[in-house]
């Protein structure tokens, strides 16, 4: 697997995993499959794992700290923190809105670190900004959580620019996590040349647009009962329709090349800059296995413009306005 720098601190899989699917928001699977694949990621290369409180909540970070056990110096670990969960304990686990007072960044800390089973974490990001706590206080946190040696590096996730400039210089930023893929461009216009200005890594989550850039889901009704995407516009049937020919143009090109749908969208991310570094999901084996190997892909640069300028004018946004308003703050 080849390898990319997330800012200054950390070496990465150019292509990382993105855990979340296995326990949160697409229906989940059974944990001792999910362990399998977590286990053949490491085998491959694939070591840049992403996860967060939130995601189950806290089922994910326990089922990664699982598969870590005999693996950990081999693994990059990223988990997130952000939101205010009900009590753990009591079992209520309700979202309550944002949370990064300092005081609670340390506990969340404190808490992943104790769910994975491990003493670093390799990339603490703030999941969403909080509009009711300044970031230099937040990232002064995130900062003595460096120096006490319980965290490497520092991100933030779906942050605006202005918001970026001012963690930055209160500490160092690594890396910058956004929705990007060939159905998500958004931050081509102020994100991606302000982490080329400031040195920080893109960390696009959904690049294979949530699964429909795999050329493997057409219709909402493939989408079990409790599966996030439901809620989604852009899986509403009229966008996905409106989009079927987008794939299909996609699956058009990547059998041009002798590749799948999934590795030519990676393909794509991967030729945008070499800071990117895409974190699809996949909770089989043979997904992992199919993304893992678009980062041996190399396109022109007559291959990147073609594939760009066919896959765009996606129909549907990608979140409902009420999430997009916890974006680009």
Not at 195 to 216: A, D, F, K, M, N
């Amino acid at each position: 697997m080849h390898q990319r720098k997330l800012g200054n601190d950390l070496t990465v899989s150019a292509i990382g995993l993105g855990c979340m699917g296995m326990s949160h928001a697409y229906g989940g699977q059974d944990e001792a499959e999910s362990i399998k694949t977590l286990h053949r990621a490491v085998e491959i290369g694939v070591t840049f794992w992403d996860t967060a409180e939130v995601y189950g909540p806290f089922t994910n970070e326990r089922l990664v700290g699982k598969a870590l056990k005999g693996r950990r110096d081999k693994v990059t670990v990223a988990t997130k923190f952000g939101f205010r969960i009900g009590d753990e304990k009591d079992g209520t686990k309700n979202l309550g809105g944002t949370d990064s007072r300092p005081e609670h960044v340390k506990e969340v800390c404190d808490a992943s670190l104790q769910r994975l089973g491990i003493e670093t974490i390799d990339l603490f990001y703030q999941h969403r900004v909080d509009p009711n706590v300044p970031i230099e206080e937040t990232v002064g946190a995130m900062a003595e959580l460096v120096k006490a040696g319980k965290v490497r590096a520092l991100g933030l996730s779906e942050a605006g620019p202005e918001t970026i400039r001012k963690a930055h210089a209160t500490h160092p930023i690594a890396a910058i996590q956004n929705e990007y893929s060939l159905f998500t461009r958004d931050p081509e216009d102020k994100i991606i040349p302000l982490c080329e200005e400031l040195g920080i890594s893109l960390v696009p989550y959904s690049p294979l647009g949530r699964g429909q850039l795999t050329g493997g889901l057409s219709s909402p009704d493939q989408l079990a009962e409790g599966d996030f995407r439901r809620n989604l516009p852009r899986f509403q049937a009229d966008a996905m329709a409106a989009n079927a020919a987008l794939v299909e143009t996609l699956k058009s090109l990547a059998e041009a090349r002798g590749v799948t749908a999934a590795q030519l969208a990676l393909a794509w991310l991967l030729s945008r800059k070499d800071f990117v570094v895409p974190i699809p999901g996949a909770r089989k084996i043979r997904h992992l296995e199919e993304n893992a190997a678009a980062a041996d892909i190399t396109l022109s640069e007559t291959e990147q413009a073609e594939i760009g300028e066919k896959l765009a004018n996606v129909a549907g946004a990608r979140y409902r306005p009420d999430q997009l308003a916890m974006t680009g703050r």
